[in-house]
């Protein structure tokens, strides 16, 4: 019998980097982007191993690798032995994109092996292990992508408190448009530290003003007032800007996307790279993407943010 785990991308609508600061920030799962792990049997003695078809590499329990770094806390979690299992890997999110793929492996993989094992994880408890990998991948992460790629549901976040889900009043739909160039999420990271340890209540006002464009956004989405979210993105964006998170690459993007007719376009996740999201409502898609691949986008995907049932 094959035991399937997955996990969904996600972005951040609102928030990155504030977050770190103790800022709230909200952020969706991107569904129709997954990373999966088939269980698969092995010979006796053969242990237990990942195939990874898209990075075409296998790797081994006892390997230096962030995805051998969460089979061995899945089966510290549920003091288990190493059973003779394969966990074939696929993924369809991006590498180094900010849409999360790092977290989904990870949860996908805990969800196959703890299948396979008889004693599925609980979310909250798979939640704990992806962020102990997202401190490889990241630093020091606020712990904002293992919990919606996780739970697979739209998040209110505020570090070090449990996520709230929040109500979408109506369906929008963002375009998402990448840049190609890898985000580098844990330099990102470090410079803003760095710029905040120079002046820590300069930046610290621009966090809360951020904190404030999220505050806004969620009661706006809660209510079904999509219009109103363009308007916050840009803002959002220009806050970034200033914390040296955009590039001229993520720039491109986002002034295409409004001269295109979006209401809103900001960078997502780390920046420096990775991905942008606009508001696609109100615009003719097909022209919105033509416009993002004429600025540089090597890839768009729509994506309707909803109100969804629990992730499985
Ligand atoms: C990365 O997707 C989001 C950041 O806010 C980092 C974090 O929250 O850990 C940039």
Redesign the pocket.
Known sequence: MTLIGSAPGKV?LFG??A??YGQPAIAVPVHSRRAVARARPAPPGAGLRIVAANLAQTICLSDDHPLALILRLTLDALDADPPDLTLVLSSTIPIAG?LGSGAAVSAALARALSAALGAPLPDERLNTLVYEVEKVH?GT??G??NTVVVYGQPVYFVRGQAPQRFTIGAPFTLAIADTGIAGP?RV??GDVRRLHGRAPERWDRVFAEIGAVVEAARAHIAAGETGALGPLMNRNHALLQTLTVSCPALDALVDAARAAGAPGAKLS??GRGGNMIALAEGTDHGALEAALRRAGAVRVLFTTVEQIGPER
Do not use: N, W
């Open positions: 951040i990155e980097h977050v770190v900010g990241h992460p606020s904002i992508d999420t990102a990271v996740g780390g």
